[in-house]
C-alpha cells in the first residue's frame, strides 16, 4: 500500500497569507494525485486533479505542483471560505488518502 | 448538474452485511466515469473501499476485498456496495462518488453515517 503522509498536521495563517501544504507519497504515484478540501458535516471536494489541474471553477489561488513522490498545494492569498481540511490522495496503485492538513485561522 | 445520493440502513448488527445503494441524478451512470465508495472514520482518516467501471471491471481495495462486492445497475442509474461480517471497526461515514477516468473522484454523495452495533 502507498502511504500518503501530509505535512504539517495543522496550518495556522492569517487571511490573506499564503498557505503550502505538503504531500508525500511513500513511493512514486507518477501524477495520479489529487487535493481534495472538507468542511465539517460536508463530503470532500475536489480542488486538483493530476498534480496540477484545478477543477472546475476553482480559483486561480489554489495551485498544485509537484511529482514522483513530493506533492505542494499552495493557496496564494487565503480567504475566510479556504479554512478547512485538505486532503492528498493518490491514485496510481489503488486509492489511499493523507491523514489532511487543518488549514486555521492565526 | 450530477448528483449522488447514499441510501440504506443506518445501523447494521455485528456480523450480518452492510448494504448501501448510490442513487445518481443529473447525468447518466453509462456516460465515461467509474464509481467508487469511500468510507472515514475520525480514526483511520479517508478510505478508499472499492471502483467500478461501466464495462463492469471493478477494483477493491485489498485490506476489504475479501468482505465487498460493488455491483452497478444501469437501469436505475445506481451502484451498490455490501461489506458482509461487518464489526464495529466498519462503523463509519460512508460516501459515494463518481470519478474521472484514470483520474480523482470529481463528485461526491453527501454521506451516510453507519453505525454497526448489536
Known amino acids: 500500500e502507498i502511504v500518503m503522509t501530509q505535512s504539517p498536521a495543522t496550518l495556522s495563517v492569517s487571511p490573506g497569507e499564503r498557505a503550502t501544504l505538503s504531500c508525500r507519497a511513500s513511493?512514486?504515484?507518477?501524477?495520479?494525485l489529487a487535493w481534495y478540501q472538507q468542511k465539517p458535516g460536508q463530503a470532500p471536494r475536489l480542488l486538483i486533479y493530476?498534480?496540477?489541474t484545478r477543477a472546475t471553477g476553482l480559483p486561480a489561488r489554489f495551485s498544485g505542483s509537484g511529482s514522483g513522490t513530493e506533492f505542494t498545494l499552495t493557496i496564494s492569498s487565503l480567504q475566510s471560505e479556504d479554512f478547512a481540511l485538505y486532503y492528498c490522495?493518490?491514485?496510481?496503485?489503488?486509492?489511499?488518502f493523507g491523514q489532511g492538513t487543518k488549514v486555521e485561522i492565526k | 448538474q450530477v448528483q449522488l445520493q447514499e441510501s440504506g440502513p443506518r445501523m447494521v448488527k455485528p456480523s450480518e452485511t452492510l448494504s448501501l445503494t448510490c442513487t445518481v441524478s443529473?447525468?447518466?451512470?453509462?456516460?465515461?466515469?467509474?464509481w467508487g465508495w469511500i468510507r472515514q472514520t475520525p480514526e483511520t482518516g479517508l478510505e478508499w473501499i472499492a471502483n467500478?467501471?461501466?464495462?463492469?471491471?471493478?477494483y477493491y481495495n485489498p485490506s476489504l476485498k475479501s468482505r465487498v462486492t460493488i455491483s452497478i445497475d444501469t437501469s436505475k442509474n445506481q451502484f451498490s456496495l455490501k461489506l458482509n461480517s461487518v464489526t464495529a471497526a466498519d462503523t463509519a461515514i460512508y460516501y459515494c462518488?463518481?470519478?474521472?477516468?484514470?483520474?480523482?473522484?470529481?463528485?461526491w454523495g453527501q454521506g451516510t453515517l453507519v453505525t454497526v452495533s448489536s
Open positions: 513511493q512514486s504515484v507518477s501524477n495520479s
Open positions: 443529473g447525468s447518466s451512470i453509462k456516460i465515461g466515469y467509474y
Open positions: 493530476d498534480v496540477f
Open positions: 490522495q493518490q491514485y496510481n496503485t489503488w486509492q489511499t
Open positions: 467500478i467501471f461501466l464495462g463492469g471491471s471493478s
Open positions: 462518488a463518481r470519478g474521472r477516468q484514470a483520474s480523482a473522484y470529481d463528485s
